[in-house]
C-alpha cells in the first residue's frame, strides 16, 4: 500500500542516548509515512500534493519533552508525542511541503508498550502515526473527532498487520 509517488523526507535528531538503532527508526517512519498518505488517499480520498514534503523527527527523553510540553502546552508532565504542525490545517487541506515536526519520549514509550503488552516498535509506530495525523490537520479534541482520528490510526496500524490500540 506504501505511495511511492508521494515524495516525503524525514530528518530525525536524536538528543537522547536511550535510542538505539536509529537508521530501524529512519525506515520505520519513511514507510510508515507512505503508508499513511496511500491509505488517507484511498480510504479518506485525501490528495496529497506531488510535491516533496518533509517533516522532522526528534527522539528525546522524558526529562526533554516534559520540558516542551509545559512549556508549548502548559502541562508540567512527560508525555508519548508532541506533534507541532508548520500550519495548522483542517482535515483534508493541502498539506504545505514542510509538514511539521514530532517529538517521542523513549521511557514514556517504553512504559506505555510495557503496559499495553506490545513491542516498542509497534507502539511507536502508533505514536508515530497519531503524531503524523495531528500534522495534517487531524485532533480529538472533541469526539466525534477522536472517532474518526481513532478509526483512521485503527485502519492503517491493521493494514500493515499491527493490533487495534483501542480495542478494549
Known sequence: MPNKSAEISIEIA???????DIEAFELLTQNTSHTVIA???EYESI?????????????????????????????DKATNVLSFPTKDLSVGDTPLPLLGDIIFAYETI?????????????????????????????DHINDTDAEQMERIETGILTSIGLSDPYEN
Not at 536524536?14 to 538505539?20: A, C, F, L, Y
Not at 508498550?113 to 500534522?135: N, R
Open 47 to 75: 490528495i496529497f500534493p506531488q510535491i516533496p514534503m518533509e517533516l522532522s523527527v526528534l527522539l528525546t527523553d522524558d526529562a526533554s519533552i516534559k520540558e516542551i510540553n509545559s512549556e508549548w502546552r502548559k502541562q
Open 14 to 20: 536524536v538528543d537522547s542516548n536511550r535510542w538505539e
Open 110 to 138: 517504553l512504559r506505555e508498550s510495557e503496559e499495553l503488552t506490545k513491542s516498542f516498535e509497534e507502539h511507536f509506530t502508533h505514536l508515530f502515526i497519531h503524531g503524523f495525523l495531528h500534522l495534517l490537520g487531524y
Open 39 to 41: 491509505w488517507l488517499e
